[in-house]
């Protein structure tokens, strides 16, 4: 399940800097090729970094590869620092859901206004907060789960 999660994040994430990188790499020959700049590319970008963000953030917590202070780790023993890795992937989970209900909150307030350079409504793109604070709610479940089958195996032994 993780590893299909983490592949499915990793894909996203690439898809999303692809798009960027194909909508500036168009913008920027047509701008200086053809003399005639293409008007919704840098929103295109913007909004495609976006949610390559949120994808980002979830599998680089899902991973543990994300930035953090370790230097109070480092200074426990084992065991507290399995329960301050509890303790962080809770924080995370309540995160995770704050950031999908106030995404939302915002996405239905102001949803309906249409993006300047796209005309497209904005919802579309203002769903990815919605959309990366599933993922990191879900990339933190994934990970107390792990914690309680690792207690259940240390009893177990």
Known sequence: M????????????????????GVVLVS??????FNSPIQWSEEVAKYAMIYGTMFGMALC????????????EDMVSAKIRHAL??????IALVSGCVLTYSGYIFMMKRGAIQAPGTGIQMYYFQVAMVIG?????IAALIRLVEYFQ????????
């Open 61 to 72: 917590y899902l991973e543990g590869i994300h930035i953090r202070f370790t230097f109070l």
């Open 28 to 33: 920027s020959l047509s701008r200086y090729l």
């Open 2 to 21: 993780k590893r299909l999660y983490k592949n499915t994040l990793a894909m996203l994430t690439g898809t999303s800097l692809f798009v960027i990188f």
């Open 85 to 90: 890795h509890f303790i962080s992937d809770v």
């Open 133 to 137: 604070g599933a993922c990191l709610a």
């Open 150 to 157: 690792s207690e259940t195996l240390e009893k177990g032994q």
